[in-house]
């Protein structure tokens, strides 16, 4: 793995099964009286936010506190970003006041990349606009685990807006660098451009796919999608693409529904799906989280600040990575 | 002593104690520390990840036969603890199992070989963010010296004089097949590779 983690096609199999396994015992100091180990001691980590979260910074920022490291939390809103200074004289900025690590997320697609070639610290992408968001793959991926044995044929469909998804995209990178098979369902305009090359299945049609899948993961449909002319109504996407109670009864016994969040109820998920015990694992996503943050956070600055494993380029998209 | 000295002047791994040899260590430890402890009441035992593992579960068992009491075992891992964090590729972690309160215990800390004393260190911090123990007594198989920190053992198998640049390896059935200690000369080692 690189010094970065940018992108989930950077990850070797061994690079992936690492971090589910650190998160794994690194779970355990969550449990504990005291939720916190010195490892990262001295060690400053910044999240600089350009876009709104809640759930992705607040569950690096408590990544970064658990292993005992410095939290600087930056949001464009109310900083200079506002007065109009670009990301590079800020990742300058930051370099200087000597951060560690930068957690990114950007709404420009590659902007982890730019700051990367800029700064000596580690960067962490935490969504870059519709490209990529390795980490949350990553924690879906430990969720599939904690249900299923082995990703070796493990039957992933991923539902939704897959053309501005970046979960769908590096969920999909990280899946089938483990061996599960992806099905990506979508209607035709919210599939991308030459999505035959992600090594994933493609189809249109959800009730045809869903009785075959041990796990069911619906995107967010942002929803002002819907005034740029993607679908022609809520209510017909939801007919056609959203996870109801009847859909639920066509999965098997077995299968899990996940969801990145955050969830529009009625919309692509109803609420009956989203609240069910026994299927829905959304809430052990956003638990997840937390592990497999720390375990990255562990591996990536743990060290002499080179990666771990072996080093792996990632290529962009598309491209020869998912062949 | 003598085997120290004769393993320290001869190149390749040589055997210093065999399988036999180890478990009359780990019995005179049982003994040594039911003796010092007047019994196993409020004892614990806690092995420090990898072989310290192994080790403290059979000296529970053991201490468990002499007194005819089962005394628990627990699992300590020290990674997130170390002081060479960042100085070299992160180690490994493993599950910490202290399925007991330590508050006002005697915890019995095991591990395979007891050489600068930095596992040690990081495993007396590891323990005290689980509790208060009465006491922590430290149990090892192998004392090698070297020491870099001010720690002794409480309780030693085998004292093993050795140079800084051989490796001395503990060889447990339950990780490795069998049982024993050997000691290699890994200077002599690098440079015949």
């Known amino acids: ?323 | 002593m003598s085997d120290g000295l004769e393993a320290f002047l001869m190149s390749g791994p040589v055997t210093v104690l065999d399988e036999a040899d180890v478990t009359r260590a780990l019995v005179r430890i049982a003994h040594e520390i039911v003796e010092r402890n007047k019994g196993t009441d409020g004892l614990l035992v806690v092995g420090i990840h990898t072989r310290g593992v192994p080790l403290a579960r059979r000296l529970a068992a053991k201490l468990g036969e002499i007194e005819g009491r089962q005394v628990p075992a627990g699992a300590l891992d020290v990674a997130m603890y170390r002081d060479d964090i960042g100085m070299r590729p992160p180690q490994a972690t493993h599950d910490t199992e202290l399925p007991f309160d330590l508050a006002g215990k005697v915890v019995v800390l095991v591990d395979d070989v007891l050489y600068t004393g930095r596992t040690v260190r990081a495993a007396l911090d590891a323990l005290t963010d689980f509790g208060r123990p009465r006491a922590i007594q430290l149990a090892v198989l192998v004392d090698r010296g070297h020491r870099e920190l001010p720690l002794r053992a409480d309780y030693v198998g085998k004292n093993l004089p050795t140079s800084p640049g051989q490796a001395v390896r503990v060889l447990l059935a339950e990780t490795d097949g069998s049982d024993g200690v050997v000691i290699e000369d890994t200077d002599r080692k690098a440079v015949a590779s």
């Open chain 1, 1 to 323: 793995m690189d010094k970065h983690l940018l992108s989930a096609a950077d990850l070797t199999a061994d690079d992936i099964t690492r971090v589910l396994d650190t998160a794994a015992h690194l779970a355990k100091v969550t449990d504990r009286a005291i939720k916190k180990v010195p490892t990262l001691r001295g060690r400053t980590v910044c999240n600089l936010f350009f876009e709104d979260s809640t759930r992705t910074r607040i569950s690096f920022e408590l990544a970064a506190k658990r292993l005992s490291a410095d939290v600087i939390n930056f949001s464009a809103k109310g900083s200079s970003v506002s007065k109009g200074e670009s990301l590079k004289d800020t990742a300058i900025t930051l370099e200087a006041m000597g951060v560690d690590a930068i957690v990114i997320r950007h709404g420009a697609s590659g902007a982890p990349w730019r700051l990367a070639e800029w700064v000596e610290a580690v960067v962490v992408n935490a969504g870059d606009g519709t490209h990529e968001h390795p980490t949350q793959a990553l924690l879906d991926l430990y969720t599939m685990r904690q249900r299923f044995p082995s990703f070796d044929g493990l039957k992933v469909a991923i539902v939704g807006d897959v053309l501005h998804s970046r979960v769908a995209r590096s969920n999909v990178l990280a899946l089938t660098t483990m061996g599960a098979e992806v099905t990506l369902v979508a209607p035709p305009t919210l599939l991308p451009a030459r999505v035959e090359t992600w090594g994933a299945a493609v189809s249109y049609d959800l009730d045809a796919v869903l009785p075959k899948q041990d796990v069911v993961m619906m995107l967010r449909v942002q929803l002002e999608r819907q005034r740029a002319g993607f679908f022609p109504s809520l209510r017909e996407y939801a007919r056609l693409y959203g996870l109801d109670g009847r859909r639920l009864d066509a999965m098997a016994d077995h299968a899990i529904v996940m969801h990145p969040g955050p969830m529009n109820r009625g919309v692509e998920i109803a609420a009956e799906v989203a609240d069910s015990i026994e299927r829905s694992v959304i809430a052990d996503q956003v638990a997840n989280g937390i592990s497999v943050r720390m375990a990255l956070l562990y591996l990536l600055l743990g060290g002499p600040t080179e990666g771990f494993g072996e080093p792996r380029r990632g290529a962009p998209m598309g491209r020869e990575v998912v062949a």
